[in-house]
């Protein structure tokens, strides 16, 4: 079994940053992709940073420019930094840890952590 505990939400104004962590532990030696999603009240969960163990990264577009997903794989720790911040960007926050399974991948997901952005 994968946990997963997200850290560093919290309330910041318009064009400030926030930096989020997730701590991954138990059963991780085959993950090989993490990221970053999103849900606003009354919209769907969404898609906003994923990294590979390699260390490649893909953003949506809504964020590209603003934040940055990173990985430390001793710590077994993924990031995303978030600067110019957005009143849209509010949202809770959840770390995804996902590994290859069949017939589809396996997916983990963490509890979430809230990110208010004020005007």
């Not at 997730?22 to 991780?28: E, L, N, R, T, W």
């Not at 949506?60 to 420019?65: F, H, I, R, T, Y």
Request: contains cysteine; positive net charge.
């Amino acid at each position: 079994q994968v946990q997963l505990v997200e850290s560093g939400g919290g309330l910041v104004q318009a064009g400030g940053s926030l930096r989020l962590s997730c701590a991954v532990s138990g059963s991780i030696s085959s993950i090989d992709a993490m990221g970053w999603y999103r849900q606003a009240p009354g919209k769907e969960r969404e898609l906003v940073a994923t990294i590979t163990r390699g260390g490649s990264t893909n953003y949506a577009d809504s964020v590209k420019g603003r934040f940055t997903i990173s990985r430390d794989n001793a710590k077994n720790t993924v990031y995303l930094q978030m600067n110019s911040l957005k009143p849209e960007d509010t949202a809770v926050y959840v770390c995804n840890a996902n590994k290859w399974g069949w017939p589809q991948r396996l997916h983990y997901w963490g509890p979430g952590t809230q990110v208010t952005v004020s005007s």
